[in-house]
């Protein structure tokens, strides 16, 4: 006997972002940080597949994996190591129940690099969870999606991740995020006004442990890292005074970019020689600054190029085992979702 049910998906978009000042600071002095979110989004579609007992899992480019967990073993907590547990670990937090788990298929895909600095798996969690709520008719406000998004990172993964991620992400465009017991985000602007390279060295590292090599140090009060938490800060306070101002002086704002890359080099050791041979590179042909984003020790860099630069800048590196890409400038928009019209589902 064949059953019909209306059956709709709901698909939701987050970009990802770049950090401008303030690497770490959330989750170390509960400090602030400069973030943009980038026009490279991380795409989820949600459904409910009628009569099945598993949470379906897959993602497209650039993993390309398929997963099908039992909904009793993803509503019990139960993680492997696989690639796909942020996507797990997010619906644990939205449904928690395995008979609402049950039947949820989600179908991932990213224009993002994975691992890469750029906040892929902050960009992932919300998308699920954003679909999550859209497809059970309670759409979320985006601070409720922020806070699951990171619970499936810290409760769930324990991967000591702070809220810059998720609320630079969520809420798109260039803000302050000032992480405290209260987040919270102050707009600084739409976007930022100059296109971006973005270079992934496509050296990749694992974020949890070196977050964790990181968290270490700090609580024993590495003098290197305490330097590092004060200076941060103080370039956070001139980034924003910055890019705040009537006419913005990208120059200027280059130099202080240049800065934090000193800081992350030297303080807290978290640069490679490829990325300082890029940033070099970069420079030297036009851009007015550049600097890694996110956890370091590989992943992507970053510069604030000119027009009348791009082309220098991308031929700079263009012997370089990495890949290049210009932005014409960052992304307004945060996360987003739609439901699609209503179709027919059947099962036997």
Same mark, same amino acid.
């Given at each position: 006997?064949?059953?019909?049910?209306?059956?709709?998906?709901?698909?939701?978009?987050?970009?990802? &972002?770049?950090?401008?000042?303030?690497?770490?600071?959330?989750?170390? @002095?509960?400090?602030?940080?400069? +973030?943009?979110?980038?026009?490279?989004?991380?795409?989820?579609?949600?459904?409910?597949? +009628?009569?099945?007992?598993?949470?379906?899992?897959?993602?497209?480019?650039?993993?390309?994996?398929?997963?099908?967990?039992?909904?009793?073993?993803?509503?019990?907590?139960?993680?492997?190591?696989?690639?796909?547990?942020?996507?797990?670990?997010?619906?644990?937090?939205?449904? &928690?129940?395995?008979?609402?788990?049950?039947?949820?298929?989600?179908?991932?895909?990213?224009?993002?690099?994975?691992?890469?600095?750029?906040?892929?798996?902050?960009?992932?969690?919300?998308?699920?969870?954003?679909?999550?709520?859209?497809?059970?008719?309670?759409?979320?406000?985006?601070?409720?999606?922020?806070?699951?998004?990171?619970?499936?990172?810290? =409760?769930?993964?324990?991967?000591?991740?702070?809220?810059?991620?998720?609320?630079?992400?969520?809420?798109?465009?260039?803000?302050?995020?000032?992480?405290?017991?209260?987040?919270?985000?102050?707009?600084?602007?739409?976007?930022?006004?100059?296109?971006?390279?973005?270079?992934? @060295?496509?050296?990749?590292?694992?974020?949890?442990?070196?977050?964790?090599?990181? &968290?270490?140090?700090?609580?024993?009060?590495?003098?290197?890292?305490?330097?590092?938490?004060?200076?941060?800060?103080?370039?956070?306070?001139?980034?924003?005074?910055?890019?705040?101002?009537?006419?913005?002086?990208? &120059?200027?704002?280059?130099?202080?970019?240049?800065?934090?890359?000193?800081?992350?080099?030297?303080?807290?050791?978290?640069?490679?020689?490829?990325?300082? @041979?890029?940033?070099?590179?970069?420079?030297?042909?036009?851009?007015?600054?550049?600097?890694?984003?996110?956890?370091?020790?590989?992943?992507?860099?970053?510069?604030?190029?000119?027009?009348?630069?791009?082309?220098?800048?991308?031929?700079?590196?263009?012997?370089?085992?990495?890949?290049?890409?210009?932005?014409?400038?960052?992304?307004?928009?945060?996360?987003? =979702?739609?439901?699609?019209?209503?179709?027919?589902? @059947?099962?036997?």
């Amino acid at each position: 006997m064949t059953a019909r049910a209306i059956a709709r998906a709901v698909t939701a978009s987050v970009p990802g &972002r770049l950090c401008l000042a303030g690497e770490s600071l959330d989750w170390m @002095t509960g400090g602030s940080s400069v +973030v943009t979110a980038v026009p490279l989004r991380t795409r989820v579609t949600a459904w409910q597949a +009628v009569g099945s007992t598993a949470l379906v899992l897959t993602s497209g480019p650039p993993l390309f994996r398929t997963r099908l967990v039992p909904a009793a073993q993803a509503a019990g907590r139960q993680y492997d190591g696989h690639v796909l547990d942020h996507m797990q670990a997010a619906v644990r937090v939205s449904l &928690r129940q395995a008979e609402l788990i049950a039947g949820t298929v989600l179908t991932a895909s990213t224009e993002l690099p994975v691992a890469a600095g750029l906040s892929s798996s902050a960009a992932l969690t919300l998308a699920v969870v954003t679909a999550l709520g859209g497809l059970a008719g309670d759409p979320l406000e985006i601070a409720q999606v922020c806070g699951l998004a990171r619970q499936a990172e810290t =409760s769930e993964l324990g991967s000591g991740a702070g809220w810059m991620d998720f609320l630079a992400c969520a809420y798109g465009g260039v803000n302050r995020v000032n992480a405290g017991e209260l987040p919270t985000i102050e707009r600084i602007a739409p976007n930022l006004g100059i296109p971006v390279v973005v270079i992934d @060295t496509l050296q990749r590292r694992t974020t949890m442990k070196v977050l964790a090599s990181k &968290r270490a140090r700090f609580e024993a009060r590495e003098t290197a890292m305490i330097d590092y938490s004060r200076q941060a800060g103080e370039l956070v306070d001139a980034v924003t005074e910055l890019l705040t101002a009537k006419t913005v002086d990208y &120059r200027q704002v280059g130099r202080l970019l240049n800065a934090g890359q000193d800081l992350l080099r030297g303080k807290v050791r978290c640069s490679t020689e490829l990325i300082d @041979t890029c940033a070099k590179r970069v420079l030297a042909a036009g851009a007015f600054g550049a600097k890694l984003t996110g956890s370091g020790h590989g992943g992507c860099l970053f510069a604030l190029v000119p027009d009348d630069a791009l082309t220098a800048v991308l031929e700079s590196v263009a012997d370089l085992p990495v890949h290049a890409v210009a932005l014409p400038t960052s992304e307004p928009r945060g996360l987003i =979702s739609s439901l699609s019209e209503p179709y027919a589902s @059947t099962s036997a």
